[in-house]
């Protein structure tokens, strides 16, 4: 009885962890992965947020670090004005901290959202703060629309014991 018990631990610890990572990437594949395992919706938003806020906080802690080994290696040539800097640079004057923080889990995935807030210098409390607001927000948000579109299109899974 024990050992099925820890099996069975060890099984949903997986697929909470799967979740969690698979946010870590792009936000959005946590709650789809949530779908596909039969995991409840409120499970699935948390392990969602909780995926994004690991990689905001490895990129926040690790920032100088990746910036001066990691980034270069994927540089081929620095041009100061690209339209992807005029974006981000627009976006964080028009919207701060708190435009980056929303639209993080929507349009950026949550390592972008974290390098555009360390790049513009934010201080790092103030992106834990917003980022976590709006994941958890965003985290059941979308959890919520993944699983009713996944009702509409009969593809939910039966949740299991």
């Not at 699935?44 to 920032?63: D, E, N, P, W």
């Not at 041009?79 to 964080?92: A, H, I, Q, S, Y």
């Not at 349009?107 to 934010?122: D, H, Y």
Request: charged share 15%; aromatic share 14%.
């Amino acid at each position: 009885m024990l050992i099925q018990s820890i099996k069975a631990l060890e099984a949903d610890l997986v697929e909470l962890i799967t979740v969690s990572l698979s946010s870590t990437v792009k936000f959005v594949f946590g709650p789809i992965e949530g779908l596909a395992m039969g995991l409840p919706w409120l499970v699935t938003a948390l392990c969602t947020a909780t995926g994004m806020m690991l990689s905001v906080v490895v990129i926040t802690f690790f920032y100088h670090f990746l910036k001066k080994h990691v980034f270069p290696l994927f540089q081929r040539r620095k041009k100061l004005f690209t339209p992807t800097v005029r974006r981000n640079v627009r976006l964080w004057r028009k919207y701060g901290i708190y435009g980056v923080a929303t639209l993080t889990p929507l349009l950026l995935t949550p390592i972008g959202g974290a390098v555009i807030a360390n790049a513009f210098g934010e201080k790092k409390y103030r992106i834990f703060f917003w980022m976590t607001l709006n994941a958890l927000f965003w985290g059941i948000a979308i959890t919520l629309m993944v699983y009713e579109v996944g009702d509409l299109l009969g593809i939910t899974k039966e949740i299991h014991p």
